[in-house]
């Protein structure tokens, strides 16, 4: 008799674990355990949505069947930890086994591999077959070179699954249409709502179990609209097919005031608790292409995220754990500023995106990088408690996205290893991507001082402060050339526009 672990982010029918079970003979375990939900503080938001996606698809497997052991967070038994439950269960029957699939995290990984010992029963850690490229085939790939750039990784996943693919040749006669992809928001652009899901009695019982014990923990839990069923994730899929697809490709880097959603599809939180396997995600897009649903750049764009930056970040995750969570090639020591979580600053951009971080668990991509990210990476921010924040306040957030986006995407603390070079920008990429300068209180249009736009003068902070690092690297030669010819008055303005801002910072006072 067997007993199968099935973690939160493994709500999948095809997940490994559950391939050669016995439903009469076996055992299945999920629990709602504190270690998981506190180790670091997930937004209220993403702990409901994973708890009740648990529950929904436990009761799923118990109508098919299968022998279900489930353990609720508020279970006066329960241990709080994975290791304490598979322990207290396995007490209680005589399994000759414990499969699981592997987790998405390093950490989950280390202690998997002393259970065995410590229950005197074989552990069996099943490869997880819902990613398109294993790990042993991305190290297989990055041995020997000198650059591990995701653009090549995702020509090798396009010939693998034949994916918008002609003869061997890439539809459009050309692998990526990302530079069709940077519009800014048009006037009156209109943007579909995301997916709506009504909590039923299952979801509403763990809002009010969310409320109750994690009412210290960062975000805002209502409205809650998330899918908790595959039935629900697979409608969320049909309707960003049908209504955003089409617009995603041109607008996917614009960003507009009071407007989270935008045409993105908002499916990372489903693909990456297992409500979606990317291969479905992938062909639904392929196929609203072939329709004249929606256009190539659009399709291309979706398709690269998945196919290629998504099982790209987990092979860098896995090839270069544990070692990648220390890295800090920039030397950044600064702490997170308050407002990161009070959204409690004048700078209008980053007070919308924190505003909707706090209220939705979510931010799309560009927010992600260039407003939120890019201050943290042109201010310094210490990567621990940079990573520590992404980690926490997305729904879609799992260590082995989440650490390779943030230290390597955003903050170049991996010194080049997965980005070409730092993605450091001053206001002007904001104010061209977005309409958050015009109600804001700096001006983009100025440089320096007290009125100008933080972003402005600390991007030229960052470049110089860096120059030791950062000189060398081909992609930022324009850069220093640009700094080169600055005035020593200029740079000098620079320097104490940077400091009185770190200084207000410090003081706590609103900048």
Same mark, same amino acid.
């Given at each position: 008799?067997?007993l199968?672990?099935?973690?939160?982010?493994?709500?999948?029918?095809?997940?490994?674990?559950?391939?050669?079970?016995?439903?009469?003979?076996?055992?299945?375990?999920?629990?709602?355990?504190?270690?998981?939900?506190?180790?670091?503080?997930?937004?209220?938001?993403?702990?409901?949505?994973?708890?009740?996606?648990?529950?929904?698809?436990?009761?799923? /497997?118990?109508?098919?069947?299968?022998?279900?052991?489930?353990?609720k967070?508020?279970?006066?038994?329960n241990?709080?930890? /994975?290791?304490?439950?598979?322990?207290r269960?396995?007490?209680?029957?005589?399994?000759?086994?414990?499969?699981?699939?592997?987790?998405?995290?390093?950490?989950?990984?280390?202690?998997?591999?002393?259970?065995s010992?410590?229950l005197?029963?074989?552990?069996?850690?099943?490869?997880?077959?819902?990613?398109?490229?294993?790990?042993?085939?991305?190290?297989?790939?990055?041995?020997?070179?000198?650059?591990?750039?995701?653009e090549?990784?995702?020509?090798?996943?396009?010939?693998?699954?034949?994916?918008?693919?002609?003869?061997?040749?890439?539809?459009g006669?050309q692998?990526?249409?990302?530079?069709?992809?940077?519009?800014?928001?048009?006037?009156?652009?209109?943007?579909?709502?995301?997916?709506?899901?009504?909590?039923?009695?299952?979801?509403?019982?763990?809002l009010?179990?969310?409320?109750?014990?994690?009412?210290?923990?960062?975000?805002?839990?209502?409205?809650?609209?998330?899918?908790?069923?595959?039935?629900?994730?697979?409608?969320?899929l049909?309707?960003?097919?049908?209504?955003?697809l089409?617009l995603?490709?041109?607008?996917q880097?614009?960003m507009?005031?009071?407007?989270?959603?935008?045409?993105?599809?908002?499916l990372?939180f489903? /693909?990456?608790?297992? /409500?979606?396997?990317?291969?479905?995600?992938?062909?639904?897009?392929?196929?609203?292409?072939?329709?004249?649903?929606?256009?190539?750049?659009?399709v291309?764009?979706?398709?690269?995220q998945?196919?290629?930056?998504?099982e790209?970040?987990?092979?860098?995750?896995?090839?270069?754990?544990?070692?990648?969570?220390?890295v800090?090639?920039?030397?950044?020591?600064?702490?997170?500023?308050?407002?990161?979580?009070?959204?409690?600053?004048?700078?209008?951009?980053?007070?919308?995106?924190?505003?909707?971080? &706090?209220?939705?668990?979510?931010?799309?991509h560009?927010?992600?990088?260039?407003?939120?990210?890019?201050?943290?990476?042109?201010?310094?921010?210490?990567?621990?408690?940079?990573?520590?924040?992404y980690?926490?306040?997305?729904?879609?957030?799992?260590?082995?996205?989440?650490?390779?986006?943030?230290?390597?995407?955003?903050?170049?603390?991996?010194?080049?290893?997965?980005?070409? &070079?730092p993605?450091?920008?001053?206001?002007?990429?904001?104010?061209?991507?977005?309409?958050?300068?015009?109600?804001?209180?700096?001006?983009?249009?100025?440089?320096?001082?007290?009125?100008?736009?933080p972003?402005?003068?600390?991007?030229?902070?960052?470049?110089?402060?860096?120059?030791?690092?950062?000189?060398?690297?081909?992609r930022?030669?324009f850069?220093?050339?640009?700094?080169?010819?600055?005035?020593?008055?200029?740079?000098?303005?620079?320097?104490?526009?940077?400091?009185?801002?770190?200084?207000?910072?410090?003081a706590?006072?609103k900048?």
């Amino acid at each position: 008799m067997k007993l199968c672990l099935i973690l939160g982010d493994q709500l999948s029918r095809s997940i490994s674990s559950l391939a050669e079970l016995d439903p009469q003979q076996d055992h299945i375990l999920m629990c709602e355990v504190r270690d998981e939900a506190t180790y670091v503080k997930h937004h209220k938001k993403k702990i409901a949505l994973v708890f009740s996606a648990m529950r929904h698809f436990a009761k799923e /497997l118990a109508e098919d069947g299968y022998n279900i052991d489930y353990v609720k967070y508020d279970d006066p038994n329960n241990t709080g930890s /994975l290791a304490g439950e598979v322990t207290r269960l396995a007490s209680q029957k005589a399994f000759s086994e414990i499969v699981v699939t592997a987790p998405g995290e390093y950490r989950l990984q280390e202690q998997m591999a002393s259970w065995s010992a410590a229950l005197n029963l074989p552990v069996t850690i099943k490869e997880d077959s819902r990613f398109l490229c294993s790990q042993t085939e991305f190290a297989a790939w990055a041995k020997g070179r000198k650059q591990l750039r995701m653009e090549y990784f995702y020509r090798e996943m396009r010939r693998k699954y034949s994916v918008l693919m002609n003869c061997g040749e890439p539809i459009g006669g050309q692998w990526n249409f990302d530079a069709e992809n940077r519009k800014p928001p048009a006037s009156g652009l209109e943007v579909p709502d995301t997916y709506r899901a009504q909590p039923d009695d299952i979801t509403q019982e763990v809002l009010a179990l969310v409320e109750t014990h994690f009412s210290d923990h960062f975000g805002d839990l209502l409205p809650f609209h998330f899918t908790v069923t595959r039935n629900q994730a697979n409608e969320a899929l049909d309707q960003f097919i049908v209504k955003r697809l089409s617009l995603f490709g041109d607008y996917q880097d614009a960003m507009i005031q009071n407007e989270p959603w935008m045409h993105h599809s908002h499916l990372g939180f489903y /693909l990456n608790c297992g /409500l979606l396997t990317p291969l479905e995600c992938i062909e639904r897009a392929e196929k609203a292409y072939h329709e004249g649903i929606a256009p190539l750049n659009a399709v291309e764009g979706f398709i690269r995220q998945i196919l290629g930056w998504r099982e790209y970040v987990r092979g860098i995750y896995w090839l270069k754990m544990p070692d990648y969570k220390q890295v800090n090639f920039l030397e950044a020591k600064r702490p997170l500023p308050e407002f990161y979580w009070t959204a409690e600053t004048q700078m209008n951009c980053i007070r919308q995106c924190v505003t909707e971080t &706090k209220q939705n668990a979510y931010a799309h991509h560009i927010q992600r990088l260039m407003v939120l990210g890019n201050f943290a990476l042109i201010a310094g921010l210490d990567p621990d408690e940079v990573n520590n924040w992404y980690m926490l306040v997305y729904a879609d957030a799992y260590e082995w996205v989440e650490l390779p986006n943030v230290s390597g995407m955003v903050l170049f603390a991996d010194g080049g290893l997965l980005a070409s &070079k730092p993605y450091a920008a001053s206001g002007t990429y904001i104010n061209k991507m977005s309409n958050y300068c015009g109600s804001c209180k700096y001006k983009v249009s100025v440089k320096n001082g007290p009125t100008a736009c933080p972003f402005n003068y600390l991007y030229w902070d960052f470049i110089g402060r860096n120059e030791g690092k950062l000189r060398g690297n081909q992609r930022m030669g324009f850069m220093y050339k640009s700094l080169d010819r600055m005035s020593e008055e200029k740079r000098q303005a620079i320097r104490d526009d940077s400091r009185r801002f770190f200084k207000a910072i410090e003081a706590d006072e609103k900048v």
